[in-house]
């Protein structure tokens, strides 16, 4: 391996040190739904970030809430000594795409049919820690 490679590998592994990710897949909720929860969160500190999905009436809230607590149980394992409030956790990104849908058939009037589309989504949450 060469130095200039070598090297960047290194930079990539320190920027790689400070974030913490986790997934939710396959979660029955429509992408826009969770959309409306990620946008609230998006950029916030950990803890204030926690605090706002405890007390949204939404209910896309609760399994945003569980991922995000993946994502600093994820960052945790990585930094075994290091505590949260002294390092400023922030909701570094959040993405919510779509997932597979399940089509269903609703009858119509006059012999016809409707088609359900139950949606689903995928979230990623990446954490950062600032200091």
Do not use: Y
Not at 92 to 102: A, D, I, R, Y
Request: aromatic residues 2%; contains cysteine; charged residues 25%.
């Amino acid at each position: 391996m060469g130095v200039r490679k070598r090297l960047s590998a290194e930079a990539r592994k320190q920027q790689k040190a400070s974030k913490a990710t986790a997934t939710l897949r396959n979660c029955p909720t429509s992408p826009r739904k969770m959309r409306l929860v990620a946008d609230v969160i998006r950029g916030m500190s950990v803890e204030k970030a926690l605090f706002v999905l405890r007390n949204t009436g939404k209910h896309s809230a609760r399994d945003m809430e569980k991922v995000l607590l993946n994502a600093i149980n994820a960052w945790q394992q990585k930094k075994q000594n290091a505590n949260i409030d002294e390092q400023n956790l922030v909701v570094k990104t959040v993405t919510v795409g779509g997932g597979p849908m399940l089509k269903r058939i609703q009858p119509a009037p006059q012999g016809r049919a409707h088609r359900i589309r139950k949606r689903s989504n995928h979230v990623f949450i990446e954490v950062e820690a600032l200091n």
